[in-house]
């Protein structure tokens, strides 16, 4: 027997200080009593102040015994006094399930146990195991266990309710991340109630290369093993990655990642199919633990589904296949109305991205299939209904006012905040002649000189570029920024058809990839399929956002986008060996000597019985304590 709450020191401490005050109250009452008598004639020291008297005995014995046992009962009740040994608390143990995607690999066979098990099957059969084997007073939290851990239950003596939640464990896509969840399961045992017990790991114990698995603030006489056999023979894709060709964008560049996980040599056939139709193989030798790329090049403009498979039959089937969406490569016409076109020309046919038609300027239409329209030297009549770029307009029908025209135009500047001027610089160039343009309310100078600016954008819809001098006429077109205005306008007007492609097919769970040095952090966008927005940091120029659920998240970086398909299983490369001293399998069945009984509801039921009794005897207003009322015989008449 013993106190849960207080120590005998604090018990005795507060029971004396109540005794003492219950004591000095029937010791000490000053109180004025109520007296009902027939009358006042006859009372002379009525007038007179009642004059207190202490006494110097305690009249009602029982009444201040009763109150002092009950007062000790309750304190009891608040000390929690409890049946049993000390060393029969019950703990709070946490129970921690490897549910990483290694788990839904089959088992090897073994003797007594049935074929087509996989290796979650044996984990839920050790956890409820572990449940069962506890006493039934100890708690147990569930912790499910991948790239983050999960607590499945709270801390619970329900063993219907524990066994529920493992048999509901499913693996998952992430690899297991031990560290976290030996971290989560320290922080909760310290926010515990009770004494804390063992912190139980159930699985494979397969982690990441890159992620640690350290134990430190874990006692060893705390953490138990209950480990899963898992020498299991898997190859499978670790990822897939497609970009397309710097100079031919019909070209799709293929990189495909392959690894053994097993402990034997392994010779595996490697099948890329687009749109149902072979597109190439390579034949892999994989020795134990090692990983290989093989590179593929495909053409097509198309869009469809690529497909990488690995020819193989292994313990684990979710990693030997991947598919990834590719996009059509889009292309832009452009008419070019020019009676000069040859100066135009190799400037617009050095991108395949590009179908331009050259006509001549009386040839020109309003309206055209083009999506973009270049006016060289030229102001019709009727503006075009798309986007368009006027090189060194006319004065007359001019879509910006011409300030003043002059020879020898010096530039001073590029504005390379707006795309149209990135990454545009030019040192002591001087125009032999142009214009300098008066730019509207919401137009952006691209170019200046100290009269005011050569090149003016303006955006909105149809987009619209106005060049005050002619970049293949003049000096400009010695400078390397001439075709980078080219290759800047176009993508401006058209960034989807010059947007940058990169695929690639990996595993949920943390991604990185760099970025170019100009890009700024509001250009980045990060986005689930389902349309929300994922939190990302960016450091050094390197993007990381997590992603814990397996699908497709696109990353957009000014004209960049990159195309992530998270469906592959992140698998561990290293097995986890627990550290010496650490209990491994069951504990004994039982766990022990029985839990103490706690006694508490009995004391606090029978202290507060014990106070009702005495108000009920012993109180002021109980009933008889009040004097019966005197009658007066009336006085007869004489």
Not at 33 to 43: D, E, G, S
Not at 490 to 508: H, N
Not at 511 to 539: K, M, W, Y
Not at 611 to 633: D, F, K, S, T
Request: charge should be positive; charged fraction near 20%; aromatic fraction near 8%.
């Amino acid at each position: 027997m013993f106190l849960f709450n207080l120590s005998l020191g604090q018990f005795l401490a507060l029971f004396g200080s109540a005794s003492a005050v219950v004591v000095a109250l029937y010791l000490f009452d000053r109180s004025r009593r109520r007296q009902v008598v027939a009358t006042l004639r006859f009372w002379v020291a009525a007038e007179e102040p009642v004059t207190a008297v202490r006494r110097r005995s305690i009249q009602q014995r029982m009444s201040l015994l009763l109150q002092l046992v009950s007062i000790a009962l309750l304190l009891l009740a608040i000390a929690q006094l409890r049946w049993g040994a000390r060393g029969a608390v019950p703990f709070d143990h946490i129970l921690i399930l490897d549910t990483s995607a290694w788990m839904g690999a089959r088992a090897p066979a073994v003797r007594g146990r049935p074929a087509g098990r996989t290796l979650m099957d044996e984990a839920r059969a050790r956890a409820r195991a572990y449940v069962r084997a506890l006493p039934a007073g100890d708690r147990i939290m569930l912790v499910r266990a991948d790239a983050l851990p999960t607590a499945a239950t709270g801390f619970e003596t329900d063993r219907l309710k524990l066994e529920g939640a493992i048999a509901a464990s499913r693996p998952g896509s992430t690899a297991l991340n031990l560290e976290q969840a030996f971290d989560f399961a320290r922080q909760v045992g310290r926010l515990s109630a009770r004494r804390s017990g063992e912190i139980a790991f159930a699985g494979a114990g397969r982690i990441s290369e890159r992620e640690g698995a350290s134990t430190a603030g874990v006692p060893a006489a705390r953490l138990r093993v209950l480990p899963v056999a898992d020498a299991v023979e898997n190859c499978g894709l670790r990822k897939i990655g497609l970009r397309r060709q710097a100079h031919n964008p019909a070209v799709w560049e293929i990189f495909v990642s392959a690894r053994n996980y097993g402990s034997k040599p392994q010779t595996v056939n490697l099948a890329l199919q687009f749109g149902g139709a072979p597109a190439g193989s390579r034949q892999l030798s994989l020795p134990p633990g090692s990983e290989q790329e093989a590179t593929f090049v495909y053409r097509t403009r198309a869009a469809g589904l690529l497909e990488a498979r690995l020819l193989t039959r292994d313990a684990f089937p979710d990693d030997d296949r991947v598919v990834i969406e590719l996009p059509q490569q889009k292309t832009l016409p452009v008419a070019v109305y020019s009676d000069d076109p040859e100066t135009l020309r190799p400037i617009l046919e050095a991108d395949s991205r590009v179908e331009a038609v050259f006509r001549p300027t009386a040839q020109y239409q309003p309206k055209s299939d083009a999506a973009l329209v270049i006016l060289d030297r030229f102001a019709p009549a009727s503006p075009p209904v798309v986007d368009s770029i006027w090189i060194d307009p006319p004065a007359q029908g001019s879509p910006l006012p011409l300030h003043r025209r002059m020879e020898g135009v010096r530039f001073t500047r590029w504005h390379t905040g707006h795309p149209v001027g990135a990454g545009l610089r030019t040192r002591d160039l001087v125009l032999d002649s142009g214009a300098v343009l008066e730019p509207g309310k919401n137009d952006i100078p691209i170019a200046e000189c100290e009269q005011g600016p050569l090149v003016v954008a303006r955006p909105g819809k149809p987009k619209m570029l106005v060049l005050g001098f002619h970049p293949t006429r003049s000096a400009l077109r010695y400078e390397l920024a001439a075709p980078l205005l080219f290759a800047n306008t176009l993508r401006w007007m058209a960034p989807d058809v010059f947007r940058r492609w990169e695929l690639t097919g990996g595993s949920a769970g943390t991604v990185n990839t760099a970025l170019d040095p100009e890009i700024q952090p509001g250009d980045i966008q990060v986005r689930h399929e389902d349309g929300r927005p994922l939190p990302f940091t960016l450091r050094e120029r390197s993007l990381h956002f997590f992603s814990g659920d397996p699908g497709t998240v696109r990353v957009t970086a000014a004209d960049r986008e990159m195309v992530y398909s998270l469906t592959l299983p992140d698998l561990g490369e290293t097995k986890w060996e627990p550290p010496a001293g650490v209990l491994t399998g069951l504990p004994s069945r039982g766990g022990g000597a029985a839990a103490a009984a706690d006694l508490w509801q009995v004391l606090a039921c029978l202290g507060a019985l014990g106070l009702l009794v005495e108000w009920a005897i012993w109180g002021r207003y109980a009933r008889g304590a009040r004097p019966p009322r005197m009658r007066i015989p009336r006085r007869q008449a004489a």
